[in-house]
């Protein structure tokens, strides 16, 4: 009769018990992203009131400027756009790049809701004219 012993030595024990935390620790920091991402679940992340990551591209809203991080207005700007583009499917008007290489462009949604326009109107930003843009699309 043979009998086999399992002789785990204390640092294979470790060794094991360190993978599997460092595979619980990484898959609660990519589900902890996921979570803190400002992502609206339809692959739009909106970064503040006038910019917004779709489709891979960062898009910044021509002719629109909202207040930054840390200015009053800036959280509301912020929900505002989310508001207006979640589970929207969105179409670009694209008019180039700025100096920070974010796509500017004029957003519509599917609803044919004028996102440069509607945060405008909506006092959530003012009109910003980037170098030569012409934003008369948004005095109207």
Known sequence: MFVLINK???MERKTGISISLLAILI???IAGYII???SIGDGIKVIDGDTFIY???TIRLLCVDTPEKGQNGYKSATKYLSDIISNQQLTLEEEGLDKYNRTLAWVYTQDNIFVNQKVKEQDYGKIFVYEDTNCDRLKT
């Open 55 to 57: 489709e891979g591209k």
């Open 36 to 38: 803190s991402n400002d």
């Open 27 to 29: 898959l609660l920091g």
């Open 8 to 10: 785990t030595t204390k």
